[in-house]
């Protein structure tokens, strides 16, 4: 008889289901209910500054390409210019929503926000399934806390993170139902090809998912040399069911781009140079880090073993999990030497299903260890362990999200803007998305992520104020001017925008004081800048020169923010690269 390892479980998986469960199914139904509950009604009836605080702004991207796409302005974000920075699925799933409700932008945030809830309560249910084939009662009860506070509630976040969630558990799910990896035949293949394909285009850095079914597939084919026709066929259909999906998608943006990767791709990554990521924990946070070492350990644990078996479902988790784990850590590698900027904390939020599962897999034998009296107590103190993070995280993130940051910043610039400025008129900012969805208006995103290739090129050709004037740009927005002046006293500042394509500056912009139309409150930002919300004026010099004789009204809220505001910590989220203001 062999030594048992942490990630062990018992190998027959009707031994797990035939444990009495019937109180822990309907324990994981209740505390799915209250929390899916909870989330609606927090979503319904918070104050929109709170919830705009809670996202991020990258998700207002979302929801402008696809209001975008319902009014018939094509795949764009400013509706002038075609983009494809962004992962492609999302979107198209939003398209039903903004095109039968076309509410308020208020109302439409919510409803978005909903959907993910809708989604992420799907994947807790069809999580719970899965882990019936292979763990008793009470572990699916911890994994489902677990999945609620390390999955479910973060994942609500506006982004494409509920989607690619929902995707992952269903493809798990299916792969499990249809014995992919002991009895594969070539439909099922096929299905589940087809389900990786739709997780690829919900986030495309998951294409190491093949990447690591390629290396297990190459292993087993090693390993059990009688069978490697068996072996390659599979992971043929596979390839196959994800290639009708996703390769539609690459030949669009060659054909268009000239480029197989998005623009925030080619923006984003230094591949093949090797960029300086910062420390590791800077780049993914003690919890990820954590995430990590969970499949690193499953990996080490299982990969000498896990295509041996060929009976009962542990021998399709013990795969699955070598497979997620090595896709983790390929993952992992890439984000940390090959992305540049703007790496978010969102990118790695399916490492924690994988992590759930694992840890799932382990808690069987860790418990069978265990004398029978100590197993309850056990579980409670598990229980109780993830309910106080839990609610060491709402609490943290309530506090945070109740100081002025530069997502309510923008949030209230664009609710001034769509009061006060033509519904024509064309906007210019960094980080756009909170601004461009609430104020209904253009906006040319100055960072590039969702801009196109032209733009670069006017970057490095210098050319940034011929570009904005002939794209009859009338204002320009920073959500934390201040950052690099002196926002309280200063007469003039020069706007340089970095082509990160090219690596270069462009030419520079002057902002005047005169020239601010709208200022919202001074807040502070990372803790060491006093900074504001500013909308400028653009216009040539003969314009200027005669509205000096005739000046407009202009709107000063610096004076207005409530106290909090300048002893409130922005959410380190929330950082963004600024405008090179000097």
Known sequence: MGTRTLLDAPTDARA???????????????????????????????????LVSRTFDDACYYFKIAQNLVQGHGVSFDGVHPTNGFQPLWPILLLPLFAVLQASPETMFRACLLFQIGLLALSAWTLDRALREFVSGRTRLLAMIAFIVLVFDPAINGMESAILIFLLVSLFRFGQSKRVFEEPRARSALGFGLLLGLVVLARLDTVFILVALAAATAIEIVRGPERPARAATRFAWICLGAALLVAPYLLSNRMTTGH???ISGLLKSSFPAISRGGSLLERFGVRHLAFLAVGLAALVTLAPRAFRSRGGG???VDASLCVGALAMILHALHSYLFMTWAVFRWHFIWYGLLAIVALA???????????????????????ALLLATGAYESYRR?????????????????????AHTPEHAMFAMHDAGVFAYFSQR???NLDGVVNDLEYQERLRERHLRTYLANNHVGYLVSHEAGKTMNVRSYTAAHLRVLSRLYSVWSDALTLRRSDEVYRGPIYRLDRRYDVAC???????????????????PRVDRSDTAPPSVLAGTPSALAAAPNPALR
């Open 16 to 50: 797990a289901r035939s444990q009495p469960g019937s109180d822990s199914s309907r324990s994981i139904l209740a505390i799915l209910a209250v929390a899916s509950i909870a989330a609606i009604l927090y979503v319904c009836f918070r104050d929109m500054e709170r």
């Open 260 to 262: 197989w990767m998005p």
């Open 314 to 316: 542990p021998a399709y």
């Open 361 to 383: 897999r382990a808690s069987e034998t860790l418990l069978a260890l265990a004398p029978a009296p100590s197993r309850r107590l056990v579980h409670a103190a598990a229980a």
């Open 398 to 418: 309530e506090i945070q999200d109740s100081s002025y940051n530069w997502h309510r910043a923008a949030y209230d610039a664009a609710s001034w803007a769509r």
């Open 442 to 444: 253009a906006v040319i």
């Open 534 to 552: 500013i909308i400028w004026r653009l216009e040539p010099e003969d314009s200027r020169a005669a509205r000096r004789s005739d000046p407009a």
